[in-house]
């Protein structure tokens, strides 16, 4: 089973409210990711979890708090979030963080909107 | 530091003919790994391709070819056979082995359209 889920699929929220991002794998992959993407740029790394350790962070603003409960999931606590924080949101797993040389499978996303 | 170039923003091909989207890189790792990537309208990022900087062989997956030139630090993508499904977002990415490990260095992408 080569797929990562994610859900939701869209998501409308406003500056006060807290939502989370899921993300799943059954790939017994090791390392797992969040990545921003904005309309058509490139996908900006923000997490990285290695053995569901923080490996990773990109000097993300505290109000994404990403946490991983166990191998297979991940999730992105989203709290007092800014309309430039609209954007597809993608999560992505590998088989090892500590290589090049696995390729990275990625979920659908959810698409993101701050009110 | 790592960089990757894309320096065709929009391709347009013709059904049915090959196309060749091209892709230059950057990096301070000995080793490391180049991908591609196609991300079609609905979001989805699709691995098609990967090439280690080791391999002495080109990759190949399909229709997908990866012509990798490390002298010129080149590895760009070509498709065979175009297919209207083929019209997407290709994006070239990188990960190194070192100092970069865990990390993906993107290109800015390139939209290609398949013609009819």
């Known amino acids: 089973d080569t797929e990562v889920t994610q859900t939701p699929k869209h998501l409308v929220m406003g500056m006060t409210n807290k939502k989370s991002l899921k993300c799943e794998q059954h790939?017994?992959?090791?390392?797992m990711y969040w990545y921003k993407q904005k309309a058509k740029k490139p996908p900006e790394l923000m997490f990285v979890?290695?053995?569901?350790?923080?490996?990773i962070n990109e000097s993300v603003p505290s109000r994404f708090s990403p946490e991983c409960p166990n191998s297979s999931l991940l999730n992105l606590h989203l709290h007092a979030l800014q309309p430039e924080d609209s954007a597809l949101y993608l999560c992505?797993?590998?088989?090892?963080?500590?290589?090049?040389?696995?390729?990275?499978?990625f979920g659908p996303g959810t698409r993101l909107t701050v009110l | 530091a790592q960089k990757i170039t894309q320096t065709q923003p929009g391709m347009f091909v013709q059904e049915k003919e090959a196309v060749t989207l091209d892709c230059t890189y950057d990096?301070?790792?000995?080793?490391?790994?180049l991908f591609w990537y196609k991300q079609p309208s609905s979001g989805e990022m699709i691995f098609l391709i990967y090439?280690?900087?080791?391999?002495?062989q080109n990759a190949t997956e399909g229709r997908y070819s990866l012509n990798f030139q490390k002298a010129r630090k080149s590895a760009n993508l070509v498709i065979s056979a175009s297919q209207l499904g083929d019209s997407a977002m290709y994006f070239c990415?990188?990960?190194?082995?070192?100092?970069?490990?865990?990390?993906?260095?993107f290109g800015d992408g390139t939209t290609l359209t398949v013609k009819p």
């Open positions: 992505a797993s590998s088989q090892e963080a500590s290589t090049g040389y696995n390729e990275q499978f």
């Open positions: 790939m017994g992959h090791r390392a």
């Open positions: 979890y290695s053995y569901e350790k923080l490996s």
């Open positions: 990096t301070s790792d000995p080793s490391y790994g």
């Open positions: 090439q280690g900087s080791y391999d002495q």
């Open positions: 990415a990188m990960r190194g082995m070192n100092t970069n490990a865990g990390k993906s260095t």
